[in-house]
């Protein structure tokens, strides 16, 4: 009986800290990390701003939580879509598509977690989530590298490359100016992987065909 209780306290917690979490990426998601307030986020998730304080003791830990969370998801669809794929050449391809989907389907959620600037530091958990993405693609490089496919190269350096042109083209203040329909996403998603594939090393036939693979199958937020 004793257990019951504490196991469904420790359900009920957990649920709450969800809720939470939820309700600030709601919050990042309409109006970036500036939108990510105490108060209001508290509002969202229907509870007391003094609840919200009780698993998050400041509005550093509220939004650092939030940029693990979010990041730990998109690591995870980076790694289901790399598995799913037939080989190391389409598992990188997979995986740099589903980054750059992620990017152009919620921009303004996208630019908070990598480099919006806010009233807290945040910085410790902006780099362990870019170290933790850069690490999985490192990851594909070096098995396409292992099958022949790609040349010899500095596989860390090539990871944390692709990541920033996947950044910084997209979300990044030089990128272009927010993506109405499906088409211009699916583009946008296109030109940026074939470039990363080229990058590496996949000739240029083998990367249009690893990239429309890889592309096709996914759902933009626009759109089909």
């Given at each position: ?11 009920r ?61 998109e690591?995870?669809a ?10 190391p ?5 997979a995986?740099?598509?589903t ?19 806010v ?13 933790e ?10 098995s ?30 030089l ?16 030109t ?5 594939l ?11 065909g ?15």
């Amino acid at each position: 009986m004793v257990y019951r209780r504490t196991h469904q306290v420790v359900k009920r917690l957990a649920a709450r800290r969800a809720a939470i979490l939820a309700a600030a990426r709601e919050a990042a998601t309409e109006g970036g990390m500036v939108a990510v307030q105490i108060a209001a986020v508290a509002a969202r998730a229907k509870v007391a701003a003094g609840t919200v304080y009780r698993y998050f003791p400041s509005k550093a830990d509220l939004i650092s939580e939030l940029i693990a969370d979010v990041s730990h998801a998109e690591l995870v669809a980076i790694r289901r879509a790399a598995d799913a794929a037939p080989g190391p050449s389409s598992a990188l391809a997979a995986a740099v598509t589903t980054i750059a989907v992620h990017v152009v389907s919620n921009r303004k959620l996208a630019w908070g977690i990598l480099a919006e600037p806010v009233d807290v530091d945040v910085t410790e958990s902006r780099l362990a989530s870019r170290r933790e993405i850069a690490g999985e693609i490192e990851t594909r490089i070096e098995s396409a590298i292992r099958a022949g496919h790609l040349p010899t190269q500095d596989t860390g350096m090539a990871a944390t490359a692709l990541i920033g042109a996947l950044h910084e083209s997209l979300v990044g203040p030089l990128a272009p100016q927010p993506l109405e329909d499906s088409a211009k996403l699916r583009d946008a998603v296109q030109t940026i992987a074939l470039f990363a594939l080229r990058a590496v090393g996949v000739l240029d036939a083998r990367a249009r065909g690893l990239v429309v693979q890889a592309v096709l199958p996914v759902k933009m937020a626009a759109g089909a």
